[in-house]
């Protein structure tokens, strides 16, 4: 509503200069749903993407309770001090619903917020995985581009997001516990092959002995992979956010990673593929949206469904028979 | 080209009766690129449909060199003893392009060709998985209409045609080898835990001890899974297809599986979601197959992919003007 004239070329080059309010009015431009700041945004977008890309991108993930704040709050300080600038993100597509979003609670990150080296960002909200990811990936962008070299992407892993988030980072970071009885619940299908490391948190004190079993038992689940295109062998390391121990062993492993990829060009291979993976992505989801929200489709869908439930039709037959509705419909 | 006139109510009657050349012939019009077979093809598998569904439906992949050949013959063969037809089908969709198609040369199997309660059809040629997956799914169909109580799925797991042949089982079965250095190499990410049993084959003579150590390995990384819906725990058997041992074990192991998962209801659950993943995923290939084979886009796409790569374009803002680009064309 109040679409406040905003000059994107000013905007640019103050984003280039590394202003943070700046920066902070681009994501809500692109976190807009105005038609006016859409475009105002994508036009900032591009004119920051030849300046983008010059970063470590990590993506980080863990079960409710395993201490991804602490954690992030204690890499991000422990990265301030050596001299490289960080920013926050996330991905949670719940927040629009449940309204606590994840990094909503600045205070959740108390110190980290202060440090004038740190940007944090909750996550936008938005009705569909696809735009919060989206808006997320295009947050990367004006970020690096105001010279934020680290950029940290937080999940919650509801529903696809860690997909999302491991589609738009270089280094994938599962958090877990041990000595929580039984630590793998909880962990979605899936995730442990997509983690570039698995960190056990809390490892101190009474469960430092957990943990260390933990390690042995997950660095065996890990061997038993494949190894990924990038030939890396995921590691298992132990730290304690909260005790701030094991925070330089993991910022150590996201180095030796990021060397190892960048020697045998799988670092830029990969953000090739995640360009041209949502360049497609959004593609396919957009005539997704087209299909699925035609009026007609809508009706005859659960009809379909039904029959095909109960063995009255294929479901191929189905699919034919909506697919020349559709098609038909258009072209009246 | 040669169009035979086929009546398909006569072709359901026989295909009910369980005469194997009428099933033959369903299959090949369901395999056929003509127009008017597929429409006769259609019908008789409507027709068919609700005699179907009565069966256990087993997906098998595996490395070649791992044994699939021998041991579906020395499964269907031993089932047969059991009083139960089979029938095996494949999903190959590199048979097309290599000609040498899983199944193709029968004589891999000569006992169980011979078996009168076996019927064996090589893979359908396609130029797509999605293709040749449908076509192995209505063949299901239409097998069980013909009184086949289990099915057999053999898949060597080109590109996605584990994914494929996952969503048309009931029980997804990995082959392994033990003893052969490195027995992970080759297995594709995600299969390991779409695998509802692993099965190590050629656990005889030599071999056995390092199957048993393998089998032990494999027990570990399966329970760091979290379980699935089901609430099945994936297990993990030694076998010799060659020499006949451990074929009845497996089959122990399906009956568990589908006694259990049919009590929970999640058997049936599994197969109704079945349905209508192949709905929608019909419908969603489709749509793609509209966009990305029209002349306008086909051309403006490479040229995208090169400005994003060379950080021109955001990636969303390349699929926006391509989204435009089509609607706009379809308008004309």
Redesign the interface.
Known sequence: KRAKKTNPEHLVRQILAGNITALSQAITLVESKNNLHLKTA?HI??NC??H??NSIRIGITGVPGVGKSTFIEALGNYLTTKNHRVAVLAVDPSSSITKGSILGDKTRMEDLVKNENAFIRPSASGDSLGGVA?HT??SI?LCEAAGYDVIIVETVGVGQSETAVHSMVDFFLLLKLAGAGDE???????I??MADTIAINKADGDNLKAAKLAKV??N??LH???L?VSRWQPKVVLCSALKNEGISDIWNVVKLYISQTKENNSFSDKR?EQ??Y???Q???D???Q??YSNSNIEIELQK??LQ??N??????????D??QLY?SS?EI
């Open positions: 994508n977008i591009n993407l030849p983008s890309g989206q990936r295009e962008v793998l619940q909880g962990i979605k299908r899936g442990m092959e038992e997950f065996r689940a038993l992979y494949p990924k090739k360009n041209t949502w360049f497609l959004t593609i396919n957009a005539l997704k087209e299909f379909r469904i095909i439930e063995s009255k039709i294929s479901p191929f037959t189905a699919a034919r909506l697919l098609y258009k």
